[in-house]
């Protein structure tokens, strides 16, 4: 005899309705944001959550409580980085906001090949030294010719008009 695996629409202690607002709007808070523990919670799935928040209109919840999430992440750091924790203050370091951004950043490396350092030969930094320009700066210009090669349309007039630096 085979079994037939039963629905999940068929499961006993699955909710037939919607939970009251305030009910889906705590939950919410509870979780941080966290659909899919809202969404445990209740036994239904992620998108059943979120066809209940767009019911209730209660997006700006979600997003409320996703920040407050993230608001708290972030006190837990800058805390572990004041008690002298020196992995979370690498993290800082490698990810933190710099020039008045909001956020923190998603720095990537740039390397070599096999993941060795770039090497700036003695050449290029006098070059760069003639030229009075950065690192920063030569890797500004390099983005822009690559996307002038790439996506010339896409540029700004003021960037299509700017001399070449490098």
């Known amino acids: 005899m085979t079994q037939v695996a039963k629905s999940k629409r068929t ?3 699955r909710p037939r309705k919607r939970p009251a607002k305030t009910t889906l709007r705590a939950a919410l808070i509870a979780s ?4 899919s523990n809202v969404a445990e919670g209740f036994n239904v799935s992620r998108q059943t959550i979120y066809d209940w928040i767009a019911f209730y209109k209660l997006n700006e919840q979600l997003n409320l409580s996703r ?3 993230y608001d708290v992440a972030v006190d837990n750091i800058l805390m572990a980085v004041e008690k002298n924790d020196l ?3 690498r993290f800082v370091v490698t990810h933190m906001p710099t ?3 909001a956020r923190w950043s998603n720095r990537q490396e740039i390397t070599g090949a096999n993941g060795s350092p770039l090497n700036a030969t003695p050449e290029l930094v006098a070059l760069m030294a003639r030229a009075g320009i950065s690192g920063d700066e030569l890797v500004a210009e390099l983005e822009m010719q690559l996307r002038r090669e ?7 007039a003021d960037a299509k008009r ?5």
Do not use: N
């Open 162 to 166: 700017k001399k070449k630096r490098v």
């Open 150 to 156: 790439i996506e010339p349309a896409s540029l700004p």
């Open 87 to 89: 992995e979370m203050s």
């Open 11 to 13: 499961t006993p202690d």
């Open 32 to 35: 941080g944001g966290v659909v």
């Open 67 to 69: 920040e407050t999430m």
């Open 99 to 101: 020039r008045g951004r």
